[in-house]
C-alpha cells in the first residue's frame, strides 16, 4: 500500500499562489490530487501518469499544475491565480491501471486511485 502525506496547504487571498507536496512511497503509479469542499461531492483535479502525461479538471485548467519528481518520490500541485471556490482539503492519491507499459489514470475516474492521503486545508478569500 502506497503510503501518502501532502502538506503546503494554508490561506491566502484571490489571485494568490500555493504549492502542494505530497510525499509518497517510491512507486510508478499514477498520481492525482483530489479536492472537497464542506456541503460538496469529492472533485478530482488532476493526474499524471507515469510517463508524465498530465490531465486537469475544466475547472482548474490553465489555473494549476501537477508534476511530480520521481528522485525524491513528491507530487506538487503548483496552484495560481487561485478563487474562493478553491477552498477545500485536497487530497494526494495514487491508483492507475497498467497500459501499454504505463500507469494510467483520470481525475474524473475515482476508481482509477486505490489511495489517497489525510489532506491538507487550502482557504482562498475574497
Known amino acids: 500500500q502506497v503510503q501518502l502525506v501532502e502538506s503546503g496547504g494554508g490561506s491566502v487571498q484571490t489571485g494568490g499562489s500555493l504549492r502542494l507536496s505530497c510525499k509518497y512511497t517510491?512507486?510508478?503509479?499514477?498520481m492525482g490530487w483530489f479536492r472537497q469542499a464542506p456541503g460538496k461531492e469529492q472533485e478530482g483535479v488532476a493526474g499524471?501518469?507515469?510517463?508524465?502525461?498530465?490531465s486537469y479538471s475544466d475547472s482548474v485548467n490553465g489555473r494549476f499544475t501537477i508534476s511530480r519528481d520521481y528522485a525524491t518520490n513528491t507530487l506538487y500541485l503548483q496552484m495560481t491565480n487561485l478563487q474562493p471556490e478553491d477552498t477545500a482539503t485536497y487530497y494526494c492519491?495514487?491508483?492507475?491501471?497498467?497500459?501499454?507499459?504505463?500507469?494510467?489514470?483520470?481525475?474524473?475516474?475515482?476508481?482509477?486511485?486505490?489511495?489517497y492521503g489525510q489532506g491538507t486545508q487550502v482557504t482562498v478569500s475574497s
Open positions: 492519491a495514487s491508483g492507475g491501471f497498467y497500459t501499454g507499459g504505463q500507469f494510467r489514470c483520470k481525475p474524473d475516474r475515482p476508481e482509477h486511485f486505490g489511495a
Open positions: 517510491p512507486t510508478r503509479y499514477c
Open positions: 499524471i501518469d507515469s510517463d508524465g502525461t498530465t
